[in-house]
T-cell receptor, first 111, second 116 residues
Framework: DQQVKQNSPSLSVQEGRISILNCDYT??????FLWYKKYPAEGPTFLIS?????DKNEDGRFTVFLNKSAKHLSLHIVPSQPGDSAVYFC??????????FGTGTSLTVIP | ETGVTQSPTHLIKTRGQQVTLRCSSQ?????VSWYQQALGQGPQFIFQ???????GRGNFPPRFSGLQFPNYSSELNVNALELDDSALYLC???????????????FGPGTRLTVL
């Protein structure tokens, strides 16, 4: 019963280029989505969110796009920097105050 | 303002034992959620505590239980440990339980539990 899926376990990108991380979901009832970033030995930190009434939200170098018909969201990082190397999780709130997280995509930005 | 802290950092137990993990929430926060992150997986919601009451539970058996104290710190207890319980346990604190506050959820660094 996987609600949120990230099908790419890893991604490598050259510094300065665009990083695109993808996430698919199964439940159309989700009304917003979040991206978290996690460094080793640290807890996840909130990065950016998007409400289901929008199709795009931008915060500096980070932009999240939502395609409701495809049940798909993506996180764009432009330009990518070595400090962006981390594991990225997409998440969505479900019933009973719980959150569903994807399995994560490990991003490596090569200097 | 202190962030979310968890103790211990690492823990090794044997199958059948019991374990207690602790979490201190961020100052001003009254809600704590616990997650289990197995290797290669995303965090899975265990349960949430709001003002000392359980306020939502994921698909985990009753041997996973918790407490929240008047100062809003929290404990996660796991009885009859199984090998599959080996994971990183994360707690996250927030203020309130409204979903619109969800992006204000702050995670601790986690406790790495190994069950042998």
């Amino acid at each position: 019963d996987q609600q949120v899926k990230q099908n790419s376990p890893s991604l490598s990108v050259q510094e300065g280029r665009i990083s695109i991380l993808n996430c698919d979901y199964t439940n159309s009832m989700f009304d917003y989505f979040l991206w978290y970033k996690k460094y080793p030995a640290e807890g996840p930190t909130f990065l950016i969110s998007i409400s289901s009434i929008k199709d795009k939200n931008e915060d500096g170098r980070f932009t999240v796009f939502l395609n409701k018909s495809a049940k798909h969201l993506s996180l764009h990082i432009v330009p990518s920097q070595p400090g962006d190397s981390a594991v990225y999780f997409c998440a969505a709130p479900g019933f009973g105050n719980q959150f569903y997280f994807g399995t994560g995509t490990s991003l490596t930005v090569i200097p | 303002e202190t962030g979310v802290t968890q103790s211990p950092t690492h823990l090794i137990k044997t199958r059948g034992q019991q374990v207690t993990l602790r979490c201190s929430s961020q100052s001003g926060h009254n809600t704590v959620s616990w997650y289990q992150q197995a290797l290669g997986q995303g965090p899975q919601f265990i349960f949430q505590y709001y003002r000392e009451e359980e306020n939502g539970r994921g698909n985990f058996p009753p041997r996973f239980s918790g407490l929240q104290f008047p100062n809003y710190s929290s404990e996660l207890n796991v009885n009859a440990l199984e090998l599959d319980d080996s994971a990183l346990y994360l707690c996250a604190s927030s203020f309130g339980t409204q979903r619109r506050y969800a992006d204000e959820q702050f995670f601790g660094p986690g406790t790495r539990l190994t069950v042998l």
